[in-house]
């Protein structure tokens, strides 16, 4: 049984000028210390993936239906102490900017014990000592001293290795990291993936990495989900999903990454813009930005059809 199953998922937000579907059908499972990467453009999905996970949509987005099953419990049932019990605890997350996570006016010791304190009953010498153990699993230097220093006098890629400490403090199950390095120089990036990945592994942690960066997820994740208009649009295994996409909109992503480009030739680009989430197109919401497109795109939507290890939602996979 996986550890998390995320079962025909619908995420909306009933605004006066319309309701949003942020999420429509998805369906995912997470195994034991297994890692994932969910990718897309701003606005196809992903985040809203997260946040119903953890049940930190903000108002007035709510689930529609669907289920979320974490070891044995609904997670879209559960009522708010019960979540908070799970979140931060069994399932943490890793924001974008470690500024908003880190509290300015606190030294790093000081969080990090009340984190801890905020789940287990436990003394501040007994929270103090997790909190260094974790800070030296993130590699941080002279990890002692940091305990006594606040956020602004750390660097940017310090202070998202104490988030990274922060949220493994309570030993969790799942890490969802959303877009992690994305706020980092490019030479910091790759040594916060390099340790994300060897954390997952050593502690067994599985991750949910959430990236609108393709080249972020290789290396890292075992499987990866690519996300359009609020649908998966393909997955499977990360290497083949790379190596051969099946569908135009994963091919594009992977054209428009730096590496592809040969040199002295200008960046490749999806044409267009995601669609609005309060009007998605008919039948492939991807139809007009496909230069695959036949008249069946338009009018039908594809379904996400399972071949092996691997599925796409498209009339003409690749
Ligand atoms: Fe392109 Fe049609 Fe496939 Fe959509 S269904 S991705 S429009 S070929």
Redesign the pocket.
């Known amino acids: 049984m996986p550890l998390l199953s995320v079962q025909n998922l619908e995420v909306v937000f009933p605004l006066p000028g319309g309701t949003v579907r942020a999420l429509r059908n998805v369906s995912f499972d997470l195994d034991r210390g297994e890692r994932i990467g969910i990718v897309g453009e701003s606005g196809a999905g992903k985040s809203a993936a997260a946040f119903a996970i953890l049940n930190l949509l903000g108002k007035p987005g709510k689930i529609q239906s669907g289920r979320i099953l974490f070891d044995g419990h609904d997670l879209a049932a559960l009522d708010y102490e019960a979540m908070r019990q799970i979140r931060g605890n069994r399932i943490s997350m890793i924001f974008q900017d470690p500024m908003v996570t880190l509290n300015p006016v606190l030294t790093i010791g000081a969080q990090m014990t009340e984190t801890l304190r905020a789940h287990r009953r436990m003394t501040r010498a007994r929270a103090r000592d997790i909190a260094l153990e974790k800070l030296r699993a993130v590699q941080i230097p002279s990890a002692e001293k940091r305990l006594a220093q606040y956020p602004h006098e750390l660097s940017g890629g310090m202070r998202q290795r104490v988030v990274i400490a922060t949220a493994l403090l309570s030993d969790p199950q799942i890490i969802i990291a959303d877009e992690p390095t994305t706020a980092l120089d490019v030479t910091i990036q790759a040594e916060i993936l390099e340790l994300l990945l060897r954390l997952c592994e050593d502690f067994a942690v599985g991750l949910i990495l959430i990236t609108h960066d393709l080249g972020v997820v290789f290396g890292v994740t075992q499987r990866i989900l690519v996300m359009y208009a609020g649908r998966i649009?393909e997955r499977g295994p990360t290497a083949e999903v790379i190596g051969a996409p099946r569908?135009?909109?994963t091919r594009g992503l992977i054209d428009a990454l730096p590496s592809a480009a040969r040199p002295g030739t200008p960046l490749k680009q999806i044409p267009g813009v995601m669609p609005s989430l309060h009007e998605i197109p008919s039948?492939?919401?991807?139809?007009d930005?496909?230069?695959?497109?036949?008249a069946?795109?338009?009018a039908e939507t594809?379904r996400l059809e399972e071949q092996g290890a691997r599925a796409a939602?498209?009339?003409?996979?690749l």
Request: aromatic share 16%; hydrophobic share 35%; glycine share 4%.
């Open positions: 649009i569908h135009p909109y039948g492939c919401a991807f139809h930005r496909c230069e695959f497109a036949q069946r795109c338009a594809p939602a498209c009339h003409f996979p």
